[in-house]
């Protein structure tokens, strides 16, 4: 029993005729949708097949990709959905790029802004590689060519890595890029996309020139914050403030359709500077008890750095020295970051720090780990070998917060 | 006037949907059903409603004008990050679901072996996640009622949605309490012919579902949608808490639309109602004495007018009522009310006023005038929902989805929702069940009441008459709990039926069941008898601190040797005979008293 998912049916089922609307199939059991609206699983040697007809094929809707009249902003798809549709016929859920679904849900924005809509890729978050950052950053440097500011929809599971990396390689922004997702998906009313794109949307039409990210700043509807990409990272695997400015606050908030400014950043310049070379040939290790020196320098192999996230600040077990010393030998970088959840590295308070160092270890500071590692990749692709520790001690993108103070999150 | 040929289709038909909330804890969370009323935080947010390739024109106007509306919910300690829409649904709670197929068993409908989760969306706040979860368990299936057989279309389990707390027009508070507590939804065909017996099945179908001993016992914990049909359409009356006013929901709703239709034949018969323009009226009358057409324009609003053909005398006179149901649609926009000429002269608008808004308005004698009081974006909300209203009314169409009051009426809610505004619960792989657990319920699932009743008379040795208290209040759980801990059904049975009823009465205080449990069991423990348990419960239903009480001496027996020294005092001071001997004893002492005991030493020494 093979049919085209809406395809209505006749069936008898338990002695009754019933008009359904076919869904799916897994394995023996067919799920059918109930006129009632319901989906219903059944074994498949249970029906009875006494009608069926094809799904009438609808017209796709045109998409409409440019709209409103106001500050220019350019929309970067890279997850693909930034709206979803439902048809409720067959269960099926669409998502589309069609700016107008937005801009319904808050008129006053066509008015405020003239937004335009390039779809890039269509991927999740998980499988973003360096390659696509190199891609991205050519059509960020297009658009923001073209536009007061540039928001980018992104996934939220690599979303950090992606403004880290794009923030590294971008020297000079003319206006701010903004990357926004969402943690419940637009299909559901709940959703918050619709919130995170209208603060997405205001603060790019600010003068920040970094590279940022828009989120849910606590689980209310009522407050958006812009994080700077270098310090946010995602605390939390399904609330719609996962995102968090690390040891510091963030950049802005959008509440009450205003933005306001929280802490330093800085400003547009008047032109866009972009090095997009990165090195890929970088491993990042987890330090546990447990973990062999065999397993170092394997994961090292082939490698031109490994960023280690030693404990606390940023030790691993006396037993692997061997191992960072003849890595460390073969000319291979080893950057010590931390696995606790924010804090500094310092390879100077105990014994087994000092020998670190003494082998050659480069201290990634107060750096987010996987900050260390899209940094890395940029030092490594752009610089000389040389120049590599002083650059990474470097506060080149307020990736490194120089004073950390007790009030601030982390 | 105009008859409304209705012989055809004149026979009333009623169909019911009972819900029934699961004291099994939540259905897609860790949290218990049950919690205090502390609130712990709140939050709020918007609910945007997704995009719907058909559209429905009333419910997207709905839509349309909710899109500013916040929600505000409050955090209680029964809510975690599932109702707070912080986190994807747990794996379903095996408990509720296999109490909605022992029910589904017991009422004889088909099982499913599969339970596909679907999401019903729904925007008024309700639900923090903008739909409700909630799946089709069992197809088809029938109660009897002495010779009459009512069938069943399908029973469901779904989440309970978010208490409403407060509401106005651009906030409303929801507590999370409710939300996620399972409900089994049972729905009948529109087999049922008059309201008693819509009202005999309604009990049937609960009292079956308590033998599970699985339904919760809160005051709105069993609630009943009922379908009515008399010729114009059906018309669905939501959340009717009490049995009893089932029967008079139905009895209002027949005589509303009676009257409406009454109503509206004469409407007809005048020639109809033709669409309505509402007209700036505020300078011509902003010099009006009334209280509602001074404070309307002070605070903003414009006051319009117009001209309701052919509804003058039916808007509200006698038993018509027409006027209530264009207000009942307005209310929906959050427009407030109008005044109408059936009420006019009156709220402080002279007859020479309405005389003058009749005349400016070109007013026949049949017409009916309206002043109503909005900001002027209202205006075409209004305007369309009037027109709206009165033309689906004039259809003799009455089809829509009713509040049910407390008193026994009703409210209109809003349009009958179509059937598609579900999809599928992508968070929540199809459920399969696996055939020997199916067998094993089966075969357990009560076919009838009274055969519940007779094995469970048999099992536990107590009278038909408590067996069949303890089942219809749903304590059975309960009641099986206790004799495990305490080992004299009969005792319990006395104790929950009578002892503490009377006991609360008497203090005007309820004792809850996990005090109950903790205090049988430490009594139990400490091997005291009856009495003492007894003692126990009067002093903590009183008001005592359930510790204290446990460990305190006022309930331990007096030992023998401890009678013996009171009876020989009594004995020394005479006047102690057989009869009084216990009574007097127990005068001496506050701490529980063999009677046995007092009678052996007495009689022995």
Known sequence: MDFTRGTKLKITYNGNVMDVTYISKDEDFLTVKLQNGYNITIPENKVNVLDSSEPQNVTKKSIILKHGNGIPISLITTGGTIVSAIDYETGAVHPSTDIRKIVDRYPYMEEKYAISVREFDNILSENMQPEMWIKLSAVLKEELSKSNGVVVSHGTDTMSYTASALAFMFEKLSGPAVMVGSQRSSDRPSSDSFGNMEGAMAFSSTNVGEICISMHSGTSDDSISLHRGTRARKMHSTRRDAFRTVSGKPIAKFKNKNVEFLSEYTERSDKTSLSNKLEKRISMIYFHPGISGQDLEKLSEGKRAIIIMGTGLGHISQTLFPSVKKIVGMGTKVVMTTQCMAGTVNLNVYSTGRELKKIGVVSAENMLPEVALTKTMYLLGNYADEDFESMMKMNMRGEIIEREFLGDCY | ?605
């Open chain 2, 1 to 605: 006037m105009i008859v409304i040929n209705n012989e055809n289709n004149k026979k009333i038909k009623i169909g019911l949907e009972i819900h029934l909330q699961l004291s099994t804890g939540k259905l897609f969370c860790k949290c218990p059903d049950i919690g205090s009323s502390e609130i712990k935080g709140k939050f709020t947010r918007r609910l945007f409603p997704t995009e719907n390739e058909s559209g429905d024109i009333d419910i997207a106007a709905l839509q349309e004008e909710r899109k500013n509306v916040l929600y505000e919910y409050q955090i209680t300690d029964n809510s975690c990050l599932v109702e707070a829409d912080e986190e994807p649904p747990h794996e379903i709670n095996a408990d509720a679901l296999e109490t909605a197929l022992s029910i589904a068993f017991s009422l004889n409908s088909d099982v499913l072996s599969a339970v596909s989760v679907m999401r019903k969306v729904v925007v008024d706040g309700s639900n923090t996640s903008g739909f409700q979860r909630t799946a089709v368990v069992s197809t088809g299936g029938y109660i009897k009622l002495k010779d009459r057989k009512i069938g069943l279309t399908t029973i469901c389990i779904e989440e309970d949605s978010a208490r409403r707390v407060e509401s106005s027009n651009d906030y409303t508070i929801f507590s999370l309490d409710r939300l996620g507590i399972p409900l089994v939804e049972i729905s009948t065909s529109p087999d049922i012919e008059t309201f008693q017996e819509a009202v005999e099945v309604a009990r049937e179908i609960g009292l079956r579902a308590m033998l599970t001993g699985n339904i919760r016992r809160d005051s709105d914990a069993i609630r009943q949608d009922v379908n009515f049909s008399m010729g114009y359409g059906r018309v669905e009356i939501k959340g009717i808490s009490k049995l009893s006013l089932i029967s008079e929901a139905l009895v209002a709703e027949e005589n509303r639309q009676k009257y409406l239709a009454e109503a509206i034949g004469i409407l007809l018969e005048r020639g109809g109602f033709n669409a309505t323009t509402l007209v700036d009226y505020t300078e011509k009358i902003e010099k009006s004495e009334s209280k509602i057409i001074q404070k309307g324009i002070a605070s903003g609003n414009r006051i319009f007018a117009g001209k309701l053909e052919n509804l003058g005398g039916i808007l509200k006179s006698g038993d018509y009522r027409i006027g209530k149901e264009i207000a009942d649609a307005l209310k929906l926009f959050s427009i407030g009310g109008f005044i109408h000429s059936d009420e006019l002269p009156g709220y402080g608008i002279s007859e020479d006023e309405v005389n003058r808004i009749k005349k400016f308005l070109k007013s026949m004698e049949n017409d009916a005038i309206i002043l109503i009081s909005i900001p002027e974006s209202k205006k075409d909300i209004a305007q369309d929902a009037i027109n709206k209203r009165m033309e689906k009314l004039s259809s003799l169409n009455f089809s829509e989805t009713r509040a049910a009051n407390e008193d026994g009426t009703s409210r209109f809610l809003r349009p009958i929702s179509g059937s598609g505004r579900m999809y599928p619960e992508t968070d929540i792989p199809n459920i399969k069940i696996n055939k020997s657990t199916l067998d094993k319920l089966n075969s357990v699932a009560p076919k009838s009441f009274d055969q519940a009743i007779l094995s469970f008379t048999e099992e536990w040795e107590i009278s038909k008459q408590e067996a069949e208290i303890i089942l219809s209040t749903g304590r059975k759980n309960e009641f099986i709990e206790l004799c495990k801990l305490w080992g004299k059904p009969r005792e319990v049975s006395r104790m929950i039926l009578q002892f503490i009823p009377e006991m609360e009465r008497k203090y005007r205080r309820k004792l809850d069941y996990n005090d109950l449990r903790v205090l049988v069991k430490g009594i139990a423990t400490k091997n005291y008898g009856r009495i003492s348990l007894e003692i126990a419960i009067e002093r903590c239903i009183s008001g005592n601190d359930i510790e204290q009480v446990l460990s305190s001496e006022d309930i331990r027996p007096l030992e023998r040797n401890e009678l013996k020294v009171i009876v020989e005092r009594l004995r020394a001071s005479g006047d102690i005979r057989k009869e009084n001997i216990i009574a007097k004893v127990k005068s001496e002492t506050s701490r529980p008293v063999d009677p046995k005991t007092v009678m052996e030493i007495y009689q022995n020494s």
